[in-house]
């Protein structure tokens, strides 16, 4: 629900979407693994590489 000039409003409902969903590809490994630790950063949790190696 939205919320602007403090009326509340309905959802946006948007019918004309794309999305591809795929397997994760090793290649796609340091990506994911730089935004985990950017989450543990954020959340002020230690990530250490054994816990890396499995995301």
Same mark, same amino acid.
């Given at each position: 629900?939205?919320?602007?000039?403090?009326?509340?409003?309905?959802? &946006?409902?948007?019918? #004309? &979407? #794309?999305?591809?969903?795929?397997?994760? @590809?090793?290649? #796609?490994?340091?990506?994911?693994?730089?935004?985990?630790?950017?989450?543990? @950063?954020?959340?002020?949790?230690?990530?250490?590489?054994?816990?890396?190696?499995?995301?």
């Amino acid at each position: 629900m939205l919320i602007d000039q403090g009326k509340t409003m309905p959802p &946006v409902i948007e019918t #004309n &979407v #794309n999305l591809v969903v795929r397997h994760v @590809e090793p290649v #796609n490994a340091l990506a994911w693994q730089q935004l985990y630790r950017q989450y543990g @950063e954020f959340y002020q949790t230690p990530v250490d590489d054994d816990v890396l190696d499995r995301v």
